[in-house]
């Protein structure tokens, strides 16, 4: 009786001990938060890339860390709540994703000791998450999904390699319109273009500013424009008209054949972008000396359509025969 009896309390022991063990372990996993704005593939894409990331970096998911998801569904007068849970679950970071949600959680969250690393953010500068491109801010820093313009000129060449002269259809009452005009004028003597700019206040105007260009650009690109991208199939239908390829700044029109070719943000490598800069943190840095990365010529995705191609009269060049970026 008392040899079963001294084995039971000798396996209760090993039962508390490894159920202690179990606990320290789970206490030992680094907690961060992820406080996204809403489901898009984009964004779920610049979760996965931050995942991938830290994993590669030795954070991996189940065992080093533990990940606490939260979305508003593009509410943004849900976001102080979803960062208030966030924050009262004690993470070491918190990754914010889009715009109005780092924002926000940079106020909310202002003297907590919790970093954060931002993602999907056009203009952290401009955003006032941080005062430079060159450094980050008080427990905040983070990646852009900011387009590479010279990148997409790279790209152009690469495609039309006998263009010359770069259209862009813009908004000139838009703000983010002319910043990124100026933009790609700064970067297109690098690059051999010369810029032709038409401006376009109205869409019921594309057609006839977009005919305007014949004969006077190479090729025309698509901006980033609140104005241009809802109305990208009859930009390409006037250039198409007017002989004119298009490369455009997001690739949904070319999978489905509307415009030729895209050289897109990866949002993937955003998120991974953001994931490296996380480890940095996790590993000691502090985020203050951490520059805000900004998508490079690697962190952009080629698109291009061969039926678009064929419509518009132009042969994909050898050299892009094999860059698995052809849909049909």
């Not at 372990?25 to 931050?50: C, K, S, T, Y």
């Not at 259209?167 to 010369?194: H, R």
């Not at 008209?241 to 700044?249: L, R, Y």
């Amino acid at each position: 009786m008392l040899k079963s009896k001294s084995a039971w309390l000798s396996g209760l022991a090993l039962a508390g001990a490894l159920m202690l063990s179990a606990g320290s372990a789970a206490a030992d996993q680094i907690r961060i938060g992820i406080a996204n704005f809403g489901e898009h593939p984009q964004l779920n894409a610049a979760i996965a890339g931050f995942k991938k990331a830290l994993t590669d970096n030795g954070f991996v998911e189940g065992k080093d860390v533990v990940y606490t998801e939260s979305h508003t569904n593009f509410d943004a007068s849900l976001v102080p709540q979803m960062i208030a849970k966030l924050q009262a679950e004690q993470p070491k970071l918190i990754y914010t994703i889009t715009t109005p949600v780092s924002q926000i959680a940079k106020k909310a969250l202002a003297g907590s000791g919790i970093p954060i690393v931002f993602a999907a953010v056009t203009d952290p500068v401009a955003a006032k998450l941080v005062p430079s491109w060159d450094a980050g801010d008080d427990g905040m820093t983070g990646a852009s999904d900011l387009q590479d313009v010279a990148a997409v000129m790279a790209f152009t060449k690469k495609l039309l390699p006998n263009a010359k002269r770069f259209g862009v259809p813009y908004n000139p009452g838009e703000a983010n319109d002319v910043a990124l005009i100026e933009k790609i004028k700064a970067a297109a003597p690098a690059a051999g273009f010369e810029v032709v700019e038409v401006g376009v206040d109205n869409v019921n105007d594309i057609q006839q500013r977009i005919a305007s260009l014949a004969g006077k650009v190479d090729v025309i690109y698509g901006p980033a424009s609140n104005l241009i991208q809802p109305a990208i199939a009859a930009v390409s239908a006037a250039a198409r008209q007017a002989g004119i390829p298009v490369v455009n700044s997001d690739d949904s029109a070319v999978r489905n054949g509307t415009v030729p070719a895209s050289f897109a943000v990866n949002y993937t490598q955003v998120g991974m972008n953001a994931g490296n800069i996380a480890a940095e943190i996790l590993k000691g840095k502090d985020p203050k000396t951490i520059a805000p990365s900004r998508p490079a010529y690697k962190d952009h995705m080629a698109t291009i359509s061969r039926k678009a191609m064929a419509a518009f009269g132009i042969e994909i060049p050898a050299s892009l025969a094999d860059c698995g970026c052809i849909v049909d």
